[in-house]
T-cell receptor, first 117, second 113 residues
Framework: GAGVSQTPSNKVTEKGKYVELRCDPISGHTALYWYRQSLGQGPEFLIY????????DSGLPNDRFFAVRPEGSVSTLKIQRTERGDSAVYLC???????????????FGPGTRLLVL | SQKIEQNSEALNIQEGKTATLTCNYTNYSPAYLQWYRQDPGRGPVFLLLIRENEKEKRKERLKVTFDTTLKQSLFHITASQPADSATYLCALDPTGTASKLTFGTGTRLQVTL
């Protein structure tokens, strides 16, 4: 596609529910990143995929958060037993290789605004 | 602890003036630093990258400096325009592997007529 797309654009859920957030990266990009951005803050790294595998998941806050990328393109971020503190904008980004290539540009999607009531 | 600090207060300047935004970091030794622009309701958009061995980088009306001794980067927009109004984020890669970015909190720039 022309850019990174994310769906849904907005998601309202109740505390304790399960949510899935989807990211479609730029076609051909092997690296995919998830970030979380709270109001007034910069994006915070969650997880990075190189192809189908999670190369770095050190930013996931706890085991309620999980992400997959089964075919090396679309990725889904899954949040179980949502809490009010999970409310934020979840951003996805992709880059061409993600390998040790200092400064490779990451292209961000518009984000999914998650509100947990 | 590791920190990236940007002015949390909004910067208000008049059209035509030069805007200067600051990014300070502590306890990092980044190989490069990036600047992004973010508009409300949108994801960040990459603007410029500067490497540790570069003192200055320019792109059209944008200029970035990088002082690894002071651990500071300055981002300048010359001849600013109302369309430059946005939040500007600095980011660095703490691992040097391009696997993730650590962002500052961003500074909101408002350019008025």
């Amino acid at each position: 596609g022309a850019g990174v797309s994310q769906t849904p654009s907005n998601k309202v859920t109740e505390k304790g529910k399960y949510v899935e957030l989807r990211c479609d990266p730029i076609s051909g990009h092997t690296a995919l990143y998830w970030y979380r951005q709270s109001l007034g803050q910069g994006p915070e790294f969650l997880i990075y995929f190189q192809g189908t595998g999670a190369a770095d998941d050190s930013g996931l806050p706890n085991d309620r958060f999980f992400a997959v990328r089964p075919e090396g393109s679309v990725s889904t971020l899954k949040i179980q037993r949502t809490e009010r503190g999970d409310s934020a904008v979840y951003l996805c980004a992709s880059s061409l290789t993600g390998l040790t290539n200092p400064g490779e540009t990451q292209y961000f999607g518009p984000g999914t605004r998650l509100l947990v009531l | 602890s590791q920190k990236i600090e940007q002015n949390s207060e909004a910067l208000n300047i008049q059209e035509g003036k030069t805007a200067t935004l600051t990014c300070n970091y502590t306890n990092y030794s980044p190989a490069y630093l990036q600047w992004y622009r973010q508009d409300p309701g949108r994801g960040p958009v990459f603007l410029l990258l500067i490497r540790e061995n570069e003192k200055e980088k320019r792109k059209e009306r944008l200029k970035v400096t990088f002082d690894t001794t002071l651990k500071q980067s300055l981002f300048h927009i010359t001849a600013s325009q109302p369309a430059d109004s946005a939040t500007y984020l600095c980011a660095l890669d703490p691992t040097g592997t391009a696997s993730k970015l650590t962002f500052g909190t961003g500074t909101r720039l408002q350019v008025t007529l």
